[in-house]
């Protein structure tokens, strides 16, 4: 992450969103596309339930991108996997509601399914190299994709598909159409990759760590093409990242996730400069920059917790600097609840600590900068 990014990720963007417990509204008053309620996702294992989701809400309108933060292992990636309809239904207990344009999902068939990933909703994932076949060419992977869900010939189907190598900026499109993936270096993969989620013009694209790989030009690149691309499509965006500096550029509105659980949701604006959960200070504060190069990092003390045996009380309390100054024995027996901050809803935290703006401006945010 560039200096610039980092600083700008500590201080927050002028943009977007919110998050209500029970889901479906939005600060814009835009009707969302996507509306997920009290969605749990567990994994019967020999060892035990692994509860990778819990009662997670949240909503996106057209033309928004909402950004789902946190470590590995808090839930991001598999909570958009049931947004895709992508987990085996034979391993998998999915419970709650997930709404595409008023219409449930949860519970349809998989061929049901397959009728709607790819043309309502599809996803960018992290991997271009695993996620593209090795032994098609991409011309005939975007092919396939199209004729999916349109009957069209070849011809139609190769047209749309050129079209779009040339949207993402892929130089020569007719040449790479009839190239393997291994010949595409990793950005021009991420871009053919792009290309085949937007070929059907969906309204919801989910984009899983669609920088992982990428050096800082290209990740600059992609970024752009996808701002780019949701102004011409009119999409929204689900963005699953641990780059808050990524964050800070996309984002209308952030999501934290940890434990599986929503810990913070509101404005990009609001959680980025006004975070109000000790979790997202932590985030916050472990971004290197160029101007504190001889600082020592202030890295979040600890690991997450085990997914099969989730600590009572607040999950984050073992891990938490804060839990000394509230009273009693709360952070470790009660769960705390997703309320507003200031009164008026807009932005949420889930935290037993009572004057948590008070210590934020006095002990957190002269340690941003």
């Not at 027996?333 to 008070?358: F, I, M, N, W, Y």
Request: proline fraction near 7%; include cysteine.
């Amino acid at each position: 992450m560039s200096e610039g990014e980092a600083t700008q990720a500590k201080r927050g963007p002028s943009v977007a969103t919110r998050e209500r417990r029970q889901g479906g509204a939005n600060p814009s008053g835009e009707t969302p596309y996507l509306v997920v309620e009290d969605l749990a996702v567990k994994f019967p294992t020999a060892d035990g339930v692994v509860s990778a989701v819990n009662g997670l809400s949240y909503s996106v309108p057209l033309g928004r991108t909402l950004a789902i933060v946190g470590e590995s292992g808090s839930g991001k990636s598999v909570s958009s996997m049931a947004v895709m309809g992508l987990h085996d239904r034979k391993r998998t207990q999915i419970t709650g509601s997930i709404r595409l344009d008023g219409d449930e999902i949860v519970g349809l068939s998989e061929n049901e399914l397959m009728k709607i990933r790819g043309d309502a909703v599809s996803m960018v994932f992290q991997d271009p190299q695993s996620s593209l076949h090795p032994l098609y060419t991409v011309g005939n992977q975007l092919v396939e994709a199209y004729r999916v869900h349109h009957k069209v010939t070849k011809d139609v189907a190769k047209k749309r598909a050129l079209e779009m190598l040339d949207l993402v900026g892929i130089p020569n499109p007719a040449r790479r159409f009839s190239q393997y993936p291994h010949e595409f270096s990793g950005g021009m993969r991420q871009r053919a990759m792009i290309a085949m989620s937007l070929i059907n013009d969906p309204k919801l694209v989910i984009a899983d760590e669609p920088t992982t790989a990428l050096d800082v030009t290209v990740q600059a690149q992609i970024l752009d093409l996808l701002n780019n691309l949701q102004k011409e499509f009119g999409s929204a965006i689900v963005l699953i990242t641990h780059d808050l500096g990524v964050v800070a550029e996309m984002a209308d509105d952030v999501l934290v996730m940890y434990a599986g659980r929503c810990v913070e949701y509101g404005t990009a604006e609001d959680v980025l400069a006004n975070p109000r959960m000790p979790y997202t200070w932590g985030l916050l504060e472990s971004i290197p920059t160029v101007s504190a190069a001889n600082e020592k990092l202030r890295p979040i003390k600890g690991l997450p917790p085990s997914l099969l045996n989730l600590p009572s009380g607040c999950s984050f309390n073992p891990r938490c600097p804060y839990t000394d100054r509230v009273k009693g024995e709360l952070c470790t027996t009660q769960l705390p609840e997703l309320l507003p901050v200031d009164g008026a809803g807009a932005h949420t935290s889930r935290c037993h600590l009572h004057d948590k703006a008070s210590v934020y401006e006095a002990e957190v945010a002269p340690r941003l900068g």
